[in-house]
């Protein structure tokens, strides 16, 4: 199977996409059919792999690549002789954050038909938006911390309760989230989340708490419920208090030292059934991360992370495998059969 992977995107999460995009050539290799750049016009080009380097687009070169568009079916290139197919058998959806992960790509190409390896409109909808997600935590019995939102020109009522966490609603990889302890740094840390939201989200911060990252995804396999799931290893983090923006993306020795948990297989099992509940019915073609707190033996939902970075592929044992066979069993819509009876029934009452 070979994949085209898509990644950049109008995001603050744009450059962490390039990065993404740079880390996948090096796992997936001769499997990637195509490199497909979205940049910050929204307009879509063909990146030759041998170009796939951070400094390429930061310097605009991307800019002489064949620009493409999106139609029904697949992406074209433009020729003297009209339009042409650029074959794309499995897009992988690799744009973080806005446009990759609040449903904009998703439903472009399900409108198109272009068979995507990432999460559909609704679970984008329920995991960029982290009030949503606490909310669809719960429908699923998952729990997660007490939070508040907070909305832009409210009054900053957050109560006292030090230490806590404030962080934008809609945006990932760490970005304006802030950890205070005394009334002097609310400001500071409100107006960080503000910068990039009109929403901020607010959460008790548990110093040293046990946190545990899961990726997975569901790949149907017959009427055994047991062998639908596949799983990565159980992440333990090796991290300070907060790992913020410069701890996950420029130390790039992180992916190189995965830690697997040491837990009893009770909690393991525990870990994996929480998952299950998140994923199930909503998240189906999609790879994804959920970011697990154990306290006191209670496990409580962090966050869903639908586009992971770099499709979380250092946490499993067989990355390529676990990829080709989810591009095997990808959601497909029922067809709906466009008559037009009702309005042939109008036109022939009418004319009577």
């Not at 493409?68 to 697949?74: R, V, W």
């Not at 970005?175 to 008790?204: M, Q, R, T």
């Not at 990565?232 to 420029?250: C, G």
Request: proline share 5%; net charge negative.
């Amino acid at each position: 199977m070979k994949f085209s992977i898509l990644f950049g995107g109008v995001s603050w999460e744009h450059e962490i996409s390039i990065v993404s995009a740079i880390s996948l050539k090096k796992v997936l290799e001769d499997k990637i059919e195509h490199f497909i750049f979205a940049d910050a016009s929204h307009r879509f080009y063909l990146i030759p792999a041998h170009n796939m380097k951070s400094n390429f687009f930061s310097s605009q070169e991307y800019k002489k690549c064949a620009q493409i568009e999106m139609k029904l079916g697949g992406f074209y290139i433009h020729s003297l002789f009209g339009s042409k197919p650029v074959p794309t058998e499995v897009l992988i959806n690799l744009i973080h954050g806005a446009d990759g992960e609040d449903g904009t790509i998703a439903s472009l190409l399900e409108f198109y038909k272009i068979p995507f390896i990432g999460p559909r409109i609704e679970a984008c909808v329920l995991s960029f938006n982290k009030y949503l997600t606490k909310l669809y935590a719960k429908e699923r019995d998952v729990k997660t911390l007490p939070f508040k939102v907070l909305r832009k020109h409210t009054p900053r009522d957050i109560g006292n309760d030090f230490p806590m966490i404030i962080k934008p609603n809609r945006l990932g990889s760490s970005i304006g989230v802030s950890v205070i302890d005394s009334p002097d740094e609310i400001d500071y840390a409100i107006d960080s989340a503000f910068e990039f939201d009109k929403e901020a989200l607010i959460e008790p911060f548990i110093k040293g708490v046990k946190e545990y990252n899961l990726a997975g995804c569901k790949i149907a396999e017959g009427n055994n419920a047991d062998n639908e799931y596949v799983f990565s290893i159980i992440e333990e983090p090796s991290k300070k208090d907060l790992l913020d923006f410069e701890n996950k993306y420029l130390d790039f020795a992180r992916t190189e030292q995965v830690l697997k948990a040491d837990i009893p297989k009770d909690l393991e099992e525990r870990i994996k059934e929480a998952f299950k509940k998140i994923y199930c019915d909503k998240f189906e073609g999609a790879l994804i991360r959920c970011d697990f707190f154990v306290i006191e033996n209670e496990i409580y939902l962090n966050e869903i992370n639908p586009i992971p970075g770099s499709m979380a592929n250092y946490l499993f044992d067989d990355f390529v495998n676990t990829l080709e066979n989810l591009g095997m069993h990808l959601p497909t819509k029922e067809p709906i059969k466009i008559s037009y009876k009702y309005i042939e029934k109008i036109q022939r009452v009418k004319g009577k």
